[in-house]
């Protein structure tokens, strides 16, 4: 698969600013997009989109396949008529951090209302746009609606919690709650109406301007999910559906004792008998959403950390062989050539290398990790190849000014001699190496872009709680930003 130079910005949905606690759908992400546009990027590069749980970190979600109703814009629904402008209350929120409760407890009253108004108005026209939506995506949507009306009426339960007639989806069950919970349940699938129109509405605006939407999935589905629920049979459950392993990873440079996700297994034989369907539809509802869809922890699909389940750390793990290759084989045969981009960071081995390479997959270069004077690494720039994705740091790492900031005299000195770095703007220091590098796709973070620091952190990896909260603020992000990326793109070939 091909990549053409060139280069973005890394920025997710919830760090967009404007009136309503969040980052939206809304103008604020067209205004973006025209950023983009003005600095020369083709780029846009966001975190997973779905429906977060407890912790609100996109990577543990409701659902595979569902969007993050708090995403949806309330100024467009005023737009349709779903709402009206005495509706949004010109409530006071933090504009530069997410208050995700109060977020929600504003947010879904409305949505709810929005709701309300579609199935009185009775609009013919909008009622089929729904009813269709509903028919290309019923196969997750029914499950995932059914699963979110029962943990509301369950008061936020896991599902391994639910009476055992409904944990275990008998028939009788399911008929029940259907009949109970129905409008609950078409209110669900009705958010998720809003949601793919908003977002494929402004996917287009950005494929219109020659920007690529640059999307990311977990590899793994959280264990209170509508997936797991629904699809017991895909993953290492027990009788009585209960883990028997679950995913993490061993002590790394973040966490001395390792990560423990807590995340389900798959069971990688069943996928393999049923031909991969499962993770053959995930990747087809992706490519619906994004133009170019990074796998997260893709080192998973060569061997994966298994932790027994009940254990506390992940230390006591093993790794376990995945069918990976044979999966990655099912999805090119059904879907083609799709640009998949593998987080290969973290303890990588051969096996991982090969199944990235034998796909023609680029793997991922951070330069905060570049600078140790402590020991050799792969990430100092003139070992990359062109088919490589090039970032200053994530959003799990610190900012890089922030990292600068904490970085000892010896990593500064290799930061001095190596690109002559400016020790009163480091942050911009970094963009300009990252554009100059030969990786096919350089990006970095917006809070790079606006040289912060260690407070405009999105995430810590293995911290369960506090990240995922920065925003930045209107204003903040200027025509001369545009510029000056706008003239390191053209010196570096990457418009």
Known sequence: MHYERSSGILLHITSLPGKYGIGTMGREAYEFVDFLVESGQKLWQILPLGHTGYGDSPYQCFSAFAGNPLLIDLEKLVEQGLLSSEDLPQESFDE?????????????????KAYTN???????????????????????????????????QQK???????????????????????????????????????????WLELKSYA?????????????????????????????????????????????????????????????WDYLEEQG????????????????????????????????????????????????????????VDALGGVQIIAEDLGVITPDVVELRDDFGMPGMKILQFAFDSGEENEFIPHTYEKNTVVYTGTHDNDTTLGRFQEANEADKQMMRDYFHINENDPAWSFIRLAWSTVSNMALAPLQDVLRLDTNARMNFPGKASGYWRWRYKKGELT????????ELTRIFGRR
């Open 96 to 112: 530069g951090s997410v208050d995700f409760g109060a977020v929600f407890n504003y947010k879904y009253p409305l949505l709810k």
């Open 118 to 152: 579609f199935v009185r108005q009775n609009n013919k026209f909008r009622h089929t746009q729904f009813e269709n939506f509903y028919s290309r995506n019923e196969q997750w949507l029914d499950d995932y609606a059914f699963f979110m009306a029962v943990k509301i």
């Open 156 to 198: 936020g339960k896991a599902w391994t919690e639910w009476d055992r007639q409904i944990k275990f989806r008998e028939p009788e069950a399911i008929n029940r709650y259907s009949e109970e919970l129905a409008d609950e349940i078409n209110f669900y699938r009705f958010v998720q109406f809003l949601f793919y129109r908003q």
């Open 207 to 267: 494929n219109l301007n020659d920007i690529k939407i640059f999307g990311d999935i977990p590899l793994y589905v959280a264990f209170d999910s509508a997936d797991a629920w629904a699809n017991p049979e895909l993953f290492e459950f027990d009788k009585e559906l209960n883990p028997i392993h679950v995913a993490g990873v061993p002590p790394d440079y973040f966490s001395e004792t390792g990560q423990l996700w807590g995340n389900p297994i798959y069971d």
């Open 276 to 331: 991969f369907q499962w993770w053959i539809e995930r990747i087809r509802a992706s490519f619906l959403l994004y133009d170019i869809l990074r796998i997260d922890h893709f080192r998973g699909l060569a061997a994966y950390w298994a932790v027994p389940f009940g254990e506390k750390t992940a230390m006591k793990g093993e790794w376990v062989r995945a069918k990976g290759r044979e999966m990655l084989e099912a999805v």
């Open 479 to 486: 025509s001369q930003h545009a510029e000056d990326l706008m």
